[in-house]
């Protein structure tokens, strides 16, 4: 059974940081490329981050790029997103997601991810 479990969300105030982690179990992890979607209060769930299965490539959304850095350990089974310069508007519920299989046809569609985790929530103040 494929389970995903994020952890490292909290409160914090603009401009500081966050590390967040999701730790993955039930997958061969190493060939799976791994992605961080994020859904607000009244908003659809969106891309922020993702990340292939060797961690060659990293591709972000508009609004995190230059702040977000994901990074993946294979040998812990684990994929990361480090949170710089934090705004109010990042606050939202953070979920760590997987593919079905090794190929993903859009990396930033949510609809090409099958795993989810529960998420873990971000709160930015002002």
């Known amino acids: 059974q494929v389970q995903l479990v994020e952890s490292g969300g909290g409160l914090v105030q603009a401009g500081g940081s966050l590390r967040l982690s999701c730790a993955a179990s039930?997958?061969?992890?190493?060939?799976?490329?791994m992605g961080w979607f994020r859904q607000a209060p009244g908003k659809e769930r969106e891309f922020v981050a993702a990340?292939?299965?060797?961690?060659?490539?990293?591709y972000y959304a508009d609004s995190v790029k230059g702040r977000f850095t994901i990074s993946r350990d294979n040998a812990k089974n684990t994929v990361y997103l480090q949170m710089n310069s934090l705004k109010p508007e990042d606050t939202a519920i953070y979920y760590c997601a997987a593919p079905a299989s090794i190929y993903i046809a859009q990396i930033k569609r949510a609809s090409d991810y099958y795993y989810w985790g529960q998420g873990t929530q971000v709160t930015v103040s002002s």
């Open positions: 039930g997958l061969t992890f190493s060939v799976f490329t």
């Open positions: 990340v292939t299965r060797t961690g060659g490539s990293t």
